[in-house]
């Protein structure tokens, strides 16, 4: 099959880059640890030029051949790479933020090759506390073409910041961050309470349901502040081992992070019922957050796949960037 | 003035001593950073004996000379120093806890000099979730006897490890924990928001009672986890500095804390009034938790001095430890 677009997820500490299809089809993957904060950085000739710009070099590994065997093949990117520490910033967008609305926003950045790489926008929500994503909406915009009868659901981004997002007719309406996934890194990392961990190539399911439920319950209501400390107590009342510690960790902050969401949804949503989650991400993790999920009463959970490879051919395609699009629309 | 006990605050980062007179009045202090976690390794004398065991090094360094010319002298010690890892492991004390209980619960260490040291037990809450301390109980009881009119109210220890301690008829109750500080050190240190604050020699006021007010505002009920995120987006919006951020940031946990502790009592208190607040701790870390508990609705705040001496004064005389107790109760 012909290779029709070059998609490129690029984040801060990966890239992954997609060879695509008609109908957005998956052709070839390749996964680099070139993310923007870890670009490489030994100059060499790219394409007959001699090419000391990191963002330059890691294009180059990640779909130099590609773009060689498919001349004139159009390239799109979403992630931090339109950030201020990016390759070229692209100003962000409002919420609401639609498919249209972000694929007539593409920023470009031509690279040595003469190749123009096609940069999507990030969204901002102006709430009291803003808000930003970057990537994440390109995934959204993913699950939404790919589940057109999709409408008022709450799609999950668990990560090193997780986004919940509130879709309403193909629109991104709201969303909220969390830093759990940054915070449970730096707990267990640098605070007393890595002290005592052990880290265990199996997942502890009971550690963490356990964590989990500490987060919703009577003894939750003061926080993750404080449910935090009792990973070092339990542990020195013989209640939890080493192995135990970091699942349980894990659970606690998962756990607090579903419960004030749940929290302010049930507030908003009154007697209706909480609605649909779908799940965009790591399969290990996404399978975490179903099982909490589950614990704070949210019945229908599924998990998308194909995300990001999908959102970046709807917005290719949006854009006029494929050169048959009236045979695949 | 004779003294007449050598009291210590041994803890895991410090370890401050006092020689104490009569109605253990103040004569000398010494502080030191030989907390149990970084005691003196290099091997020396310590009267007349080669000594290589890091606490006696440190307890020489703290008070060799006050026991040269104080012979006989008791010596009274509480913190870490009779944890696990400590000089000698002590056992908890389950709440209630007591000056009478605690008092006859010290445990001793004979030094390389023969000088007998008397360690204060730690205090476990066993809750849902347990809870311990180790040197906050010596200063909880040094304001209950500075202050014997108190009854009925909460004292609050702020710290890497903030401590909340109801009080009643001269004993502890109930305590909860909070990481806040060590948190506060960790997320600065060691996450994104690190990365665009600027550190000043300044308080700035203003960042921190914003802070505090987005804790408690409805944008709050999203919890710590959330709200954090706040302080890289207020800063990408030009809305807050990079100098404001680390206040803001203290502002956002601290009333983070305060907020949930404040929810749970009133839920426990129904109309009665918020209980009256002592403060015991660092004066500046003190001044950011009145300006806070002041914004919690907590009317009545003040501030103790000289809790740990007068906490390990009367636990030596209860244990029987000074020569003329009866001159001096």
Redesign the interface.
């Known amino acids: 099959m012909q290779a029709q677009l070059i998609a490129l997820d690029w984040g801060t500490t990966s890239l992954r880059a997609y060879l695509l299809g008609c109908a957005g089809q998956v052709l070839k993957t390749r996964s680099l640890a070139s993310g923007i904060m870890q670009l490489p950085n030994a100059a060499r000739l790219v394409a007959g030029h001699w090419c000391t710009n990191g963002f330059e070099l890691a294009f180059d590994d990640a779909c130099g051949d590609w773009l060689d065997a498919n001349p004139g093949i159009p390239v799109i990117a979403c992630g931090m790479v339109g950030s201020a520490q990016g390759w070229r910033e692209v100003a962000y967008r409002e919420t609401p933020a639609s498919l249209n609305a972000l694929s007539t926003a593409l920023q470009t950045v031509r690279s040595v090759r003469g190749v123009e790489v096609h940069i999507v926008p990030g969204v901002?929500q102006h709430?009291?506390?803003?808000?930003?994503m970057r990537g994440e909406e390109t995934q959204v915009l993913g699950v939404l073409q790919t589940l057109p009868h999709l409408n008022d659901c709450l799609i999950g981004l668990p990560g090193s910041?997780s986004k919940w997002v509130q879709v309403q007719d193909g629109c991104l309406v709201h969303f909220?961050?969390?830093?759990?996934g940054?915070?449970y890194?730096?707990?267990c990392?640098?605070?007393?309470l890595g002290r005592t961990q052990q880290h265990s190539a199996q997942f502890d399911l009971a550690a963490f349901e356990r964590g989990v439920q500490?987060a919703l319950?009577p003894?939750g209501?003061?926080?993750?502040?404080?449910?935090?400390?009792?990973a070092?107590?339990?542990g020195?009342?013989g209640?939890l081992s080493a192995t135990q510690q970091p699942d349980y960790v894990s659970g606690l902050?998962i756990g607090?992070?579903l419960a004030?969401?749940s929290?302010?949804l049930r507030?908003h949503l009154g007697e209706q019922p909480l609605p649909t989650i779908i799940l965009i991400g790591n399969s290990q993790l996404c399978e975490r957050y179903q099982r909490a999920l589950g614990a704070c009463g949210f019945a229908d959970v599924s998990l998308a796949e194909q995300a990001t490879e999908q959102g970046l051919w709807h917005l290719a395609q949006a854009a006029g960037l494929l050169q048959h699009t009236h045979l695949e629309a």
């Open positions: 901002i709430s009291v506390l803003p808000n930003v910041h909220d961050t969390f830093m759990t940054e915070l890194a730096a707990v990392a640098h605070t007393i500490v319950s003894a209501q003061l926080g993750p502040l404080s449910t935090l400390f009792s070092r107590t339990l020195l009342t209640q902050l607090h992070e004030a969401l929290t302010v507030q």
